[in-house]
Every structure is written in structure tokens, then in C-alpha cells.
């Protein structure tokens, strides 16, 4: 038996990836299972002071992207250009924080992949050999596995894909189908005869068999499964596609290209080089400089997949093969989650709970949703049903009535009783309760470490249980007239508790922790500052941070309106609706109309998407006042021409009679959201006249929708020289 080197001590440094998106679609609340579950658990990582890289891209290659951008008449590199600005907006709507997001479709992509392939070649690995494939004579084109359907060979479930039965997992060639059809034309595809390249994926059975029976960090239902496989006998793997395809051309080849599925864990590896190099430029001394070479090639570093179910051929078997063959470091965890069902059922689009990240931001919070995920993923493979009557109770009863009831109940009671300030803290009177935190502390570690996010938020609660238990045991209200210390010691043990639920929660609720943080007056808590450290300290605030939900229902009717308020609005607290998709935008370049006296033709960034906008503000405002500052728009205006130059959005300024004020954010970021709490943002297009009739205004400095002050997650969205006045 082959034995494998396993990493045993404390790495150096740490890759941390999630499968890569396809480019050829919106990003859905399914896929955030995965992104969430990785994000939460490189947060912790980080808070524990390891060295640790979110690594991802979009996956951009492949027949269906091709045929996608030729249905819609632009480039395949625009087509990807638009995902991959919508994918990291909608990523980062979610708080979901890469450290490197790349794509496929880059030059170190494609390094990799031609060096990878020469080594698989020079070693003897690939060979070619003539295939049988189908090909549309309608279409004229042969037909990759994702355009042919038919019944699987192996069960006979209908409507299979050419590469692997979604209800069996059996993998097999195109051909072997059973009444194949092409789902470009809906015709009966040909067979037609041409040379591949093919990688002995047979060759490597003992060699895989030795890695997956000897990684204890591999889920075993998961090995288990793919050992079946290896038993079953490994089949060849091809790995070229004739053209037209839309991805790296084989060296020395015409019309012959790899197969998607051999560059895109690749860009593994090469988002990796994206970083290092990111990291390099930040790092002035070269002594301290890394190399990709120094994750993927050293027995210092560690190497962890996030994966669902459905590509765990790929990822446990083609893929560790390829890197076995070519010199890299095999991973040492691949984490492997399951799918989501919605209410106990698959998404589906006819029931309306094929829900995308921006239907979801449209109308919640994230942070209910990164609860909620947290609250029931676990290190096992299983489903993970999003119950709405669960998701509100779970909200309700743990979020808001147990976790963000203790906290603000404690600081609320210290500023308006005590004075905002702690003291006097007396563990020796406290020993048991203090004995409960530090124990459930250390479960609570361990629990994130194992991926056992379900018990890790469990413990949580239990903290949070703990110190609301305390502050009713100790009634430190009837303490607060005649024995005022006595009462701040007991609040300085419940804000310590607070401080707990600050850090315990940073990878789950990054947003709702800088908030404790914030009214703690501390900032840039880690794991190493657990423990009761707070006594003598002044509390900067008390606020709600999290709201209860009165409904929820995330289902997207078909007919659903522009405001927001049809049957899927659900609603956070204040139950309104914000019918304008309202961003931070920053000033890229400023010019003057050609054509208009009065206008500027302005580029803004988005946050990843560039636009440019068209603004009648040239008599109030120069160039210069503009550039480089960040400006309030609205991202999903209907686009018009002014006086012949396309306007793609639309800035937001106070009129305040004779003059007009920009609505400026430069505490916040490009591409941050405004809205107001609890409100359920709509991004359908809207047209200038309905946006006219929106009650959008200035009072007292603030700006309003329908009486409701708007801001980011940074900042209050405010006038400065305008006080009242209609936003327009």
C-alpha cells in the first residue's frame, strides 16, 4: 500500500477555496450554503490568529457559456465580465470575504494548465485514442455532456445529463445514453468520430485508494461512496473538446480544447498566485515575500476544498490524480456539505423557491441567513432544509430573544443606570457562572474547528443563556438605587459575557460583533481576548442591533411587482419595502457633455462594475469636487440617452430650490446597499416616472424614503448645505 505524507504540525499557512461559480448565472441562496459554511470558517481561522487565504473564482469556460453569450450577441468575455461583477456583488452582500476572487479565464489559468497537462504528457499519462461522439447535424456542432440529455444507463432516471446522473451519481460517456436529444435543437443527435486526449485516470487507483483510506480528515460516508468507485474500476478521463469551445486551446492543437472540468480546479491554484502576488505588493521586505509554490508545494502548508455533494468525483478523484501526476500538494480536507431544499423540497422556479442572493438581500437581512445556516450545518455530508417557520423561530427565539436581548439588555441598563461604567468586577463571588463560560469557550473552539457550526452556535446560546440567567438571579435593578456597585459588578460580569458573544459570534455575524464591539468601546477583538478582561471601561452605546421577524416567506411569485410588495415580500421589522435598488458609487472620471451646456458624463464604480451616468450638475459642482469621492445612485434605473449619451443609473442630489446638493458617502464603500432597517429592497428595473412618484426627500438633514432615514451598514446618508428639500 502507498502511504501519504500527512502535514502533523501547526502549518505555516493555510488555502482555504469553495468551488467555483459558473459564469453563466445569477448566484442563489443554495449556493451560499457553501460560501457561508467556508467564510464562517476562515473567519475563525483568521481569529485565531492562523495564516489563512479565502481563495476562489468564477469557473468561465465551457460550451454553455459560449452558447449563452452567441444566444445574446456579445463576446464570451463579456458575458463572464458581467457574472463576474455580479457574483462579488452579491458575495459581498452577503459578507462573504475572499482574498482573492479570480477567474479561470486569466493568463496564470491557463500557465497552469498547459504546465499540468505537459507533465501529465511527459509522464505518460494522456494518450489519444479516436472517439465516437454526438453531434448536432442541425446545429452543426459536436455536442459537449451538458447538451445532451437522455435516460441514465445505470437507473434509467430520465433527463440525465451526457457526464453524470444527478440521482444516482453514475458517471459515464455521453454516448452510453439511452434515447439521447440534444438540447440546443431537441434533435437526435448523430454519432461522428474524433481524435481526444485522454488522461489514464485507471492508472492511479491504488494510488487514490491509499489517499482516501489513509486521510482521517476525509468525511468517511464520503470515502466511502467514492471507494465504491475505485472498486467499480476507474475509467479514463477525456479531457479535450472539439470546437467551437470557449476556453484555453490544447498546445500544438487547432481546434481542440480542455475539457472545463480540467482548467477549473486549477484555478485553484492560480487564484492563489493572485493573492500571493496581492500579498507581495502589501509586504515592502522581499525576504517575506511567498510563492504560490509555498501553499501548493510545501509540506508546512494545508489545502482545504469546500464542496457540495454533486462534484465529489471531480474533486476526490480526477482532481487529486492530476496533482498526484504533476508535483502538487494533495489536499488535506475536502469538506463536503449537501444540498439545500427549501420547506422539505427542491428549489424550483415553478414553486418560486428558487430564491437568487439578490432576491433574498431584496427583502432580509444577511445576517439571518448566515444564522440560520450556521445554526444547522454540521462536518456531515447531509441536506440542509431552509423551514421558514423554522428560519422565523430560530430568528426569534435564539438571534434575537436569547443572544441580542442579553446584550442589549446589559448595555442598555449600563448607560441609563449606571452611568455607561463598568467596575468592580469580583470573579471570586462569580466562580461557577465563570467556571460555565470558560468551559462552553472551549467547546465552542472546538466545535468550529471540527465544523460542527450547529453545536458551536449552540454554545453560543448557552453563553447567552448563561448571562441572561445571571442578570435575573442578581436583580441588579433593585441594586441600582441603594447599592450601585453591587449592581456594577454584576453588569461588569454580564458586559465581560457580552464581550464573549462579541468574539464567539465574529464568524457567523461579522456585522452584529463590530456593533458589540462599537458599544463596548473596543475594537478588533481575536480569540486570544476571550476570557474576563473587561472591568474599569467607559460603554460607548446601546442599540438594537437585530430585529424580529414578523413574516417570512422568500417565495418569488411569478407576477411579482417592481415594489417590493407582492406575496415574497417578506419583511424585516419595519415591514416596508424599498422599491429603488439604492448603492455607493465612487467617481472614477468626470467629463463635460459634448452636446449640454448643463450636463457631466460621469464613470462610477459599483464595487467590481463600472457604469456611467449622466448628471445635469455641471453649473454646482467641478470636476474636480467629484472625482474620487463616493456618491449615492440608483442602480436600477431604466437606462435612457441625454442629448445622445446613455446614462446607466442615476445619482441622487437634494434640490433645495435654487440649488443642488450631491448626496454624498464617503465613509462607506463602492457598492455598499442604502436602505433602511427591515426594509426589503427591490432591484427590478424601474422607469423615471415611477421613480418620480417615490417620496424621496431631505428633512432636518436626513434623507428619507416614505419617512424612513436611510444609510449603509457605515453611515447615516445625510445633506450638508441642504437641510430640507426634494431628493430627485
Given at each position: ?720 448645505r441642504i437641510p430640507d428639500g426634494k431628493v430627485r
Amino acid at each position: 500500500m502507498i502511504a501519504f505524507k500527512k502535514t502533523t504540525t501547526q502549518p505555516k499557512r493555510i488555502v482555504v477555496t469553495s468551488a467555483l461559480p459558473y459564469a453563466n448565472g445569477p448566484i442563489h441562496i443554495g449556493h451560499l450554503v457553501e460560501y457561508i459554511q467556508t467564510d464562517i470558517y476562515v473567519r475563525f481561522l483568521k481569529l485565531c490568529g492562523i495564516d489563512a487565504a479565502y481563495c476562489c473564482a468564477d469557473d468561465t469556460h465551457g460550451t454553455p457559456i459560449e452558447i449563452n453569450a452567441a444566444k445574446q450577441g456579445i463576446s464570451p468575455e463579456r458575458l463572464i465580465a458581467k457574472y463576474h461583477a455580479e457574483h462579488q456583488q452579491d458575495f459581498k452582500g452577503f459578507l462573504i470575504e475572499f482574498d482573492s476572487y479570480y477567474s479561470t479565464n486569466s493568463p496564470e489559468n491557463q500557465t497552469y494548465a498547459d504546465l499540468i497537462f505537459t507533465a501529465l504528457k511527459d509522464a505518460g499519462h494522456i494518450y489519444q485514442k479516436k472517439v465516437e461522439n454526438f453531434y448536432d447535424e442541425k446545429e452543426g456542432r459536436f455536442l459537449p455532456d451538458r447538451y445532451v440529455k437522455g435516460e441514465c444507463p445505470k437507473c434509467g432516471a430520465p433527463d440525465q445529463y451526457g457526464d453524470v446522473c444527478e440521482k444516482c451519481n453514475a458517471t459515464y460517456s455521453p454516448t452510453d445514453l439511452v434515447n439521447p436529444y440534444s438540447i440546443v435543437s431537441g434533435e437526435r443527435p448523430v454519432r461522428k468520430a474524433s481524435v481526444h486526449y485522454f488522461f489514464r485516470l485507471s492508472s492511479f487507483s491504488e494510488r487514490l485508494s491509499a489517499w482516501l483510506t489513509g486521510n482521517t480528515e476525509l468525511q468517511k460516508e464520503v470515502v466511502n461512496h467514492v471507494m465504491r468507485w475505485v472498486e467499480e474500476g476507474l475509467q479514463d478521463w477525456d479531457i479535450s473538446r472539439d470546437g467551437p469551445y470557449f476556453g484555453f486551446r490544447i498546445p500544438g492543437e487547432k481546434d481542440k480544447y480542455y475539457y472545463v472540468w480540467l482548467d477549473a480546479p486549477i484555478g485553484y491554484i492560480s487564484s492563489t498566485e493572485n493573492y500571493v502576488r496581492e500579498r507581495n505588493s502589501r509586504e515592502p521586505d522581499p525576504k517575506r515575500h511567498l510563492s504560490t509554490a509555498d501553499y501548493w508545494k510545501s509540506d508546512s502548508s494545508r489545502i482545504i476544498h469546500f464542496i457540495g455533494k454533486d462534484i465529489i468525483y471531480f474533486h476526490l478523484l480526477f482532481w487529486p490524480a492530476m496533482l498526484m501526476a504533476s508535483g502538487f500538494r494533495l489536499p488535506d480536507k475536502v469538506v463536503v456539505h449537501g444540498f439545500l431544499t427549501i420547506n422539505r423540497e427542491k428549489m424550483s422556479k415553478s414553486r418560486g423557491t428558487f430564491i437568487t442572493a439578490r432576491d433574498y438581500l431584496s427583502r432580509l437581512d444577511p445576517l439571518y441567513l448566515r444564522y440560520y445556516y450556521a445554526a444547522n450545518l454540521t462536518s456531515k455530508p447531509g441536506d440542509l432544509d431552509l423551514d421558514f417557520e423554522d428560519f422565523k423561530a430560530k430568528t426569534n427565539n435564539e438571534l434575537v430573544g436569547n443572544i441580542a436581548n442579553f446584550t442589549y439588555r446589559t448595555l442598555s441598563f449600563l448607560k441609563t443606570r449606571l452611568g455607561g461604567r463598568t467596575g468592580g468586577l469580583r470573579l471570586r463571588d462569580y466562580e461557577t457562572e465563570a467556571g460555565e463560560v470558560v468551559e462552553i469557550l472551549g467547546r465552542i473552539r472546538k466545535d468550529y474547528e471540527g465544523l460542527e457550526f450547529r453545536e458551536a452556535v449552540k454554545g453560543i446560546n448557552e453563553l447567552a443563556s448563561i448571562g441572561n440567567r445571571f442578570f435575573q438571579e442578581r436583580e441588579p435593578w433593585k441594586l441600582a438605587a441603594d447599592e450601585p456597585e453591587e449592581a456594577r459588578a454584576v453588569l461588569t460580569f454580564c458586559a465581560n459575557v457580552v464581550k464573549e458573544l462579541a468574539i464567539t459570534l465574529k464568524p457567523v455575524l461579522p456585522t452584529f460583533s463590530a456593533g458589540l464591539e462599537a458599544q463596548l468601546g473596543l475594537k478588533g477583538l481575536s480569540w486570544k481576548d476571550l476570557g474576563f478582561t473587561i472591568n474599569e471601561t467607559i460603554i460607548k452605546g446601546a442599540e438594537i442591533l437585530v430585529g424580529k421577524l414578523e413574516e417570512v416567506d422568500l417565495r418569488i411569485p411569478a407576477d411579482e411587482d417592481p415594489s417590493g410588495k407582492g406575496k415574497g415580500a417578506a419583511a424585516g421589522p419595519a415591514g416596508a419595502a424599498l422599491p429603488l435598488d439604492l448603492r455607493v458609487a465612487k467617481v472614477v472620471a468626470v467629463e463635460d457633455h459634448p452636446d449640454a451646456d448643463k450636463l457631466i458624463i460621469m464613470r462610477i464604480d459599483l464595487g467590481g462594475e463600472e457604469r456611467q451616468i449622466v448628471a445635469g450638475i455641471r453649473q454646482w459642482y467641478r470636476k474636480e469636487d467629484l472625482v474620487g469621492r463616493n456618491l449615492v445612485v440608483v442602480a436600477n434605473l431604466e437606462p435612457a440617452k441625454l442629448r445622445g449619451v446613455e446614462s446607466q443609473a442615476m445619482l441622487l442630489a437634494c434640490d433645495g430650490g435654487k440649488d443642488i446638493e450631491v448626496i454624498f458617502a464617503d465613509a462607506s464603500s463602492p457598492g455598499d446597499r442604502v436602505g433602511f432597517e427591515g426594509a426589503a429592497v427591490s432591484s427590478a428595473t424601474v422607469s423615471f416616472p415611477q421613480f418620480q412618484g417615490f417620496d424621496l426627500q431631505a428633512r432636518k438633514g436626513a434623507v428619507l424614503f416614505a419617512g424612513k432615514p436611510l444609510r449603509t451598514s457605515s453611515e447615516p446618508i445625510v445633506t450638508r448645505r441642504i437641510p430640507d428639500g426634494k431628493v430627485r
